[in-house]
Protein backbone atom coordinates (compact mmCIF):
# COMPACT_ATOMS: atom_id res chain seq x y z
CA UNK A 1 0.00 0.00 0.00
CA UNK A 2 1.50 3.29 -1.03
CA UNK A 3 1.49 5.96 1.44
CA UNK A 4 1.25 9.51 0.35
CA UNK A 5 2.01 12.59 1.98
CA UNK A 6 -0.15 15.58 0.91
CA UNK A 7 0.75 19.14 0.05
CA UNK A 8 -2.02 21.61 -0.24
CA UNK A 9 -1.54 24.80 -1.78
CA UNK A 10 -3.39 27.99 -1.11
CA UNK A 11 -2.57 31.83 -1.83
CA UNK A 12 1.44 29.57 -2.39
CA UNK A 13 1.34 28.86 0.98
CA UNK A 14 1.23 24.47 2.49
CA UNK A 15 -2.18 24.60 4.25
CA UNK A 16 -4.51 22.00 5.80
CA UNK A 17 -8.00 23.05 5.61
CA UNK A 18 -11.13 21.66 8.23
CA UNK A 19 -13.76 19.43 6.71
CA UNK A 20 -12.96 21.56 3.60
CA UNK A 21 -13.43 24.92 4.86
CA UNK A 22 -11.92 27.27 3.28
CA UNK A 23 -12.10 29.72 6.43
CA UNK A 24 -10.94 26.52 8.56
CA UNK A 25 -7.00 26.86 7.48
CA UNK A 26 -4.10 26.46 8.95
CA UNK A 27 -0.94 27.52 7.50
CA UNK A 28 2.02 25.32 7.94
CA UNK A 29 4.37 26.49 5.86
CA UNK A 30 4.99 29.49 3.07
CA UNK A 31 7.37 27.17 1.04
CA UNK A 32 5.57 24.24 -0.39
CA UNK A 33 8.27 22.97 -2.51
CA UNK A 34 10.92 22.40 0.61
CA UNK A 35 7.99 20.44 2.44
CA UNK A 36 7.46 18.10 -0.72
CA UNK A 37 11.12 17.46 -0.48
CA UNK A 38 10.93 16.95 2.87
CA UNK A 39 8.77 14.08 2.63
CA UNK A 40 10.40 12.72 -0.76
CA UNK A 41 13.55 12.49 1.98
CA UNK A 42 11.86 10.70 4.49
CA UNK A 43 11.05 8.45 2.21
CA UNK A 44 7.88 9.12 0.49
CA UNK A 45 7.60 7.49 -3.30
CA UNK A 46 4.74 9.51 -4.30
CA UNK A 47 3.16 13.36 -3.60
CA UNK A 48 0.13 14.16 -3.47
CA UNK A 49 -0.23 18.20 -4.31
CA UNK A 50 -4.21 19.98 -4.15
CA UNK A 51 -4.82 23.36 -5.27
CA UNK A 52 -7.04 24.51 -3.03
CA UNK A 53 -7.48 28.12 -5.00
CA UNK A 54 -8.03 26.33 -8.29
CA UNK A 55 -10.17 23.69 -7.31
CA UNK A 56 -12.28 26.48 -6.13
CA UNK A 57 -11.96 28.95 -9.02
CA UNK A 58 -11.23 26.90 -11.67
CA UNK A 59 -8.30 27.81 -12.92
CA UNK A 60 -4.52 26.96 -12.04
CA UNK A 61 -3.69 29.35 -9.62
CA UNK A 62 -0.56 27.55 -8.28
CA UNK A 63 0.79 26.20 -11.37
CA UNK A 64 4.05 27.63 -11.07
CA UNK A 65 4.66 26.57 -7.55
CA UNK A 66 3.29 22.81 -8.78
CA UNK A 67 5.73 23.19 -11.64
CA UNK A 68 8.72 24.10 -9.09
CA UNK A 69 7.95 21.05 -6.82
CA UNK A 70 8.03 18.66 -9.64
CA UNK A 71 10.94 20.48 -11.00
CA UNK A 72 12.78 19.93 -6.90
CA UNK A 73 11.34 15.52 -6.87
CA UNK A 74 12.67 12.76 -8.53
CA UNK A 75 9.09 10.68 -6.99
CA UNK A 76 6.22 10.73 -9.29
CA UNK A 77 3.40 13.66 -8.37
CA UNK A 78 -0.19 13.76 -8.87
CA UNK A 79 -2.13 17.23 -8.82
CA UNK A 80 -5.47 17.56 -8.21
CA UNK A 81 -7.56 21.40 -7.96
CA UNK A 82 -9.25 23.02 -11.31
CA UNK A 83 -8.46 20.32 -13.73
CA UNK A 84 -11.35 20.90 -15.79
CA UNK A 85 -10.51 20.83 -19.41
CA UNK A 86 -8.27 18.60 -21.68
CA UNK A 87 -5.94 21.36 -22.57
CA UNK A 88 -5.40 21.83 -18.26
CA UNK A 89 -4.56 17.80 -17.92
CA UNK A 90 -1.61 18.38 -21.33
CA UNK A 91 -0.37 21.35 -19.45
CA UNK A 92 0.36 19.36 -16.31
CA UNK A 93 1.52 16.34 -18.05
CA UNK A 94 3.91 18.63 -19.47
CA UNK A 95 5.38 19.76 -17.19
CA UNK A 96 5.85 16.03 -15.28
CA UNK A 97 2.72 15.25 -13.43
CA UNK A 98 2.27 11.47 -13.50
CA UNK A 99 -1.19 11.22 -12.33
CA UNK A 100 -4.01 13.86 -12.50
CA UNK A 101 -6.61 14.00 -10.43
CA UNK A 102 -10.64 15.39 -11.90
CA UNK A 103 -13.11 15.76 -9.43
CA UNK A 104 -15.82 18.60 -10.80
CA UNK A 105 -15.52 17.27 -14.39
CA UNK A 106 -16.39 13.56 -13.21
CA UNK A 107 -19.84 14.68 -12.54
CA UNK A 108 -20.52 17.54 -14.74
CA UNK A 109 -19.13 16.11 -18.33
CA UNK A 110 -18.36 12.32 -18.61
CA UNK A 111 -17.74 12.75 -22.08
CA UNK A 112 -14.85 15.34 -21.38
CA UNK A 113 -12.92 12.40 -18.24
CA UNK A 114 -13.30 9.74 -21.36
CA UNK A 115 -11.89 12.32 -24.26
CA UNK A 116 -9.34 12.70 -21.39
CA UNK A 117 -8.65 8.98 -20.79
CA UNK A 118 -8.61 7.68 -24.34
CA UNK A 119 -5.63 10.18 -24.96
CA UNK A 120 -3.57 9.98 -21.78
CA UNK A 121 -4.25 6.62 -20.37
CA UNK A 122 -5.66 4.91 -17.66
CA UNK A 123 -2.57 5.43 -15.51
CA UNK A 124 -2.19 9.02 -15.84
CA UNK A 125 -5.88 10.26 -15.19
CA UNK A 126 -7.42 9.66 -11.64
CA UNK A 127 -11.12 10.86 -10.42
CA UNK A 128 -11.69 12.27 -6.98
CA UNK A 129 -14.77 11.22 -5.16
CA UNK A 130 -15.01 14.20 -2.44
CA UNK A 131 -17.77 13.47 -0.70
CA UNK A 132 -20.40 14.71 2.58
CA UNK A 133 -23.05 11.80 3.83
CA UNK A 134 -21.90 10.15 0.48
CA UNK A 135 -23.32 12.25 -1.90
CA UNK A 136 -20.48 13.58 -4.26
CA UNK A 137 -19.12 17.02 -3.79
CA UNK A 138 -17.79 19.72 -5.96
CA UNK A 139 -16.05 22.99 -7.15
CA UNK A 140 -13.46 22.96 -4.44
CA UNK A 141 -16.13 21.28 -2.31
CA UNK A 142 -18.32 24.37 -2.11
CA UNK A 143 -21.12 22.68 -4.04
CA UNK A 144 -23.44 19.57 -3.64
CA UNK A 145 -24.80 17.11 -6.26
CA UNK A 146 -27.13 14.61 -6.04
CA UNK A 147 -24.78 11.85 -7.15
CA UNK A 148 -24.16 9.15 -5.03
CA UNK A 149 -20.09 8.22 -5.02
CA UNK A 150 -21.42 4.52 -5.88
CA UNK A 151 -22.95 5.22 -8.40
CA UNK A 152 -20.01 7.92 -9.25
CA UNK A 153 -17.48 5.40 -9.15
CA UNK A 154 -19.89 2.91 -10.99
CA UNK A 155 -20.11 5.39 -13.83
CA UNK A 156 -16.65 6.81 -14.00
CA UNK A 157 -15.11 2.71 -14.56
CA UNK A 158 -17.92 2.12 -16.52
CA UNK A 159 -16.00 4.21 -18.76
CA UNK A 160 -12.50 3.27 -18.34
CA UNK A 161 -11.21 4.73 -14.87
CA UNK A 162 -8.98 2.52 -12.86
CA UNK A 163 -7.85 4.34 -10.13
CA UNK A 164 -10.17 6.62 -7.49
CA UNK A 165 -9.11 8.98 -4.45
CA UNK A 166 -11.95 8.48 -1.81
CA UNK A 167 -12.18 11.84 0.62
CA UNK A 168 -14.49 12.07 3.33
CA UNK A 169 -14.51 15.29 3.47
CA UNK A 170 -16.63 15.58 7.01
CA UNK A 171 -13.14 13.58 8.52
CA UNK A 172 -10.47 15.78 6.32
CA UNK A 173 -8.33 17.57 8.63
CA UNK A 174 -10.07 16.26 11.65
CA UNK A 175 -7.65 13.72 13.07
CA UNK A 176 -10.64 11.53 14.20
CA UNK A 177 -10.48 8.26 11.69
CA UNK A 178 -11.65 7.47 8.12
CA UNK A 179 -14.93 6.93 7.05
CA UNK A 180 -13.95 2.66 7.42
CA UNK A 181 -17.50 1.42 6.70
CA UNK A 182 -17.72 3.52 3.18
CA UNK A 183 -14.56 2.21 1.96
CA UNK A 184 -15.28 -0.85 2.76
CA UNK A 185 -18.48 -0.98 0.87
CA UNK A 186 -16.86 0.72 -1.95
CA UNK A 187 -13.77 -2.46 -2.40
CA UNK A 188 -16.79 -4.85 -1.75
CA UNK A 189 -19.09 -3.50 -5.10
CA UNK A 190 -16.27 -2.55 -7.18
CA UNK A 191 -12.95 -3.54 -8.86
CA UNK A 192 -11.23 -0.10 -9.09
CA UNK A 193 -8.33 0.57 -7.19
CA UNK A 194 -9.10 2.87 -3.97
CA UNK A 195 -6.57 5.53 -2.86
CA UNK A 196 -8.53 7.18 1.19
CA UNK A 197 -8.46 10.19 2.85
CA UNK A 198 -9.60 11.80 5.34
CA UNK A 199 -9.42 11.65 8.64
CA UNK A 200 -6.02 9.44 8.95
CA UNK A 201 -4.01 10.32 12.30
CA UNK A 202 -2.71 7.11 13.20
CA UNK A 203 -0.52 4.00 12.22
CA UNK A 204 -3.59 1.44 13.73
CA UNK A 205 -6.14 3.36 10.96
CA UNK A 206 -2.93 3.27 8.10
CA UNK A 207 -2.84 -0.78 9.03
CA UNK A 208 -6.53 -0.56 8.78
CA UNK A 209 -6.75 0.64 6.08
CA UNK A 210 -4.02 -1.90 4.51
CA UNK A 211 -6.27 -5.04 5.59
CA UNK A 212 -9.86 -3.49 3.60
CA UNK A 213 -7.07 -3.74 0.61
CA UNK A 214 -6.85 0.13 -0.28
CA UNK A 215 -4.34 0.79 -2.93
CA UNK A 216 -3.02 3.73 -1.11
CA UNK A 217 -3.29 6.03 1.82
CA UNK A 218 -3.44 10.46 1.59
CA UNK A 219 -2.15 11.86 4.90
CA UNK A 220 -2.33 15.44 5.52
CA UNK A 221 -2.52 16.83 8.73
CA UNK A 222 -1.06 13.94 10.93
CA UNK A 223 1.77 14.56 9.25
CA UNK A 224 2.00 18.17 10.24
CA UNK A 225 1.42 17.68 13.48
CA UNK A 226 3.28 14.74 14.25
CA UNK A 227 0.53 12.61 15.23
CA UNK A 228 1.90 9.93 12.36
CA UNK A 229 5.72 10.04 11.38
CA UNK A 230 6.21 9.63 8.11
CA UNK A 231 8.84 6.96 7.88
CA UNK A 232 7.44 4.83 11.04
CA UNK A 233 4.76 4.68 8.96
CA UNK A 234 6.62 3.31 6.09
CA UNK A 235 8.10 1.10 7.94
CA UNK A 236 5.63 -0.74 9.33
CA UNK A 237 4.01 -1.62 6.53
Known amino acids: MDIIPAVDVKDGKCVRLYQGDYDKETVFSTDPVSVAAGWQDMGAERIHIVDLDGASSGSQLNFQIIQRIISSLTIPVQVGGGIRTESNVATMMDIGVDRVVLGTIAVENKELVRSIL ?15 DDLVSIKGWKESTIVSSFDLIDDMYGIGIRRFVYTDISRDGTLLQPNFESIEQILNRSDANIIASGGVSSLSHIQQLARLGVEGVIIGKALYTGDINLHEAISVL
Open 118 to 132: NRFGEESVVVGIDVR
